[in-house]
Structures are given as structure tokens and as C-alpha cells.
């Protein structure tokens, strides 16, 4: 029996060939390194913070300096924040269908206005409960089977206060 040793990592050049076990085949394949690097980029897909691509809307924004874009701008120092409302809804629309599998929400750090839970509705018709977020700065994370969406909406459904709103609302896709 032949075990293959592969190391931790390779150092390539775009001109260098490789040999493959083609599985479908049941052969071994040169191929260049450049091909790899194409066919990697095609085919495989990391996840990471897709809300900046989207568009985001709310139910209300108490001025200008806490628009809903504030909550998709990947820091916890800026906010969006309702105007008057203890359940406000944000939403992030996307151009074309996202695949996500988890959304992060942060509160508002140290306010009175607190969302201390809510609702995830997606585009596909589904929605997941959220519960236990802390306004302290520390993401809530809700994880959930792979989706393919337009939209997701976050409807706070246990505000405490007026003017209820979040730092972060990160939608994880690609």
C-alpha cells in the first residue's frame, strides 16, 4: 500500500504543472497551476460579511447620523437607531440571490434603548427567533440551514425604550 505525503503547503508558479487523480475518470491529468487557481475561484466559496453589498432600509432613523447603513458598516462604534419606535424593523436587500447560513447581531452598546429580541425574516419565506441579545458590544450569532435569499429582514420584537436600533447587522453569505 502507498500512502501520499502531502505537505502543509506548496509554493507554485503560474507555469507550474500539476498531476491530478481525475475521479471521474479514473486517470491522472496535468494541469497548470493557473488552472487550479481558475477552478478554485470558480468553485469554492467562503463565506463572509455580505451586508455591505446590500441595500439597507428600516422602518424609521432618528436623523441622519443613525441610518441603517450605520448597522452594516462592519463597526460597533457607529449605530442605527429608529425614531420613537421600540420595535423597528432593518432590512438589507441584495441585486441577486445570496446563499447565508448566519446573521450577527449586535445591539446598541450601553443605551437605554435596548432590543432584547426579534425575528429574522428571509426572502424564501422562512424566519428563525432571536433571543438573548446583550447590548454590551458582543455579537449574537444565529446560525441556520444554508438559504439562498434576496432579502433579510430583522424585526425587533422586545425593545425596551424608544429609539431602539443596532450596531451591527451582519448577514454571512456569499
Known sequence: MKINQFPE????????LLIIWDTSTG?????SAASLLDWLS????????ISGIGTATASSSFNASFLPIKATDGSTATDWA?????NPWIQIDFS???KVSQVKIADRIGQS???NAGTLSFSDGSSVAVTGILNNGTYSIV???????????????AGTGTN???SEFQIIGY
Do not use: M, Y
Not at 429608529?82 to 421600540?86: P, R
Not at 446560525?143 to 420584537?157: D, G, L, M, N, S
Open 96 to 98: 441577486s440571490s445570496k
Open 113 to 115: 434603548a435596548r432590543c
Open 27 to 31: 486517470t491522472t491529468k496535468k494541469i
Open 42 to 49: 470558480a468553485n469554492i466559496k467562503v463565506a463572509s460579511n
Open 82 to 86: 429608529s425614531l420613537n419606535q421600540t
Open 9 to 16: 503547503s506548496l509554493d507554485l508558479s503560474i507555469d507550474d
Open 143 to 157: 446560525e441556520f440551514a444554508t438559504k439562498t435569499i434576496t432579502w433579510v429582514r430583522f424585526t425587533v420584537t
Open 164 to 166: 431602539v436600533g443596532l
